[in-house]
């Protein structure tokens, strides 16, 4: 029996969640600050949320992730799509690695 904890991966398409959208602030200096709401049901142990079609004009270090419940976010890595793949999807991709708390 392994004591590796297993990986439960979920893909979130951000595109398709527009409706989820809680806020939208324009700034003058073209720029804009969007805030979403994603709910996900989390299995135990780590679970690793892609979170795809973003705006390609993210600013990597605006991003900024927030979590309700047990659940402990270990990290946020947002990846450039390649130029290929930039140019068929017009997206980006964001990583969230996550593990709910034992306690309940």
Known sequence: MSDTPSLHT????????DHLIDSVTVFQANRAEVKRRVQLQLQKG???ISIERLPTHLVEDSLRVQGTGTAIIFDVVHHYPTPQYQHQHRYGRRHVASEPSDEE
């Open 10 to 17: 979920i893909t979130v398409n951000a595109a398709e969640q």
């Open 46 to 48: 780590q679970n690793q």
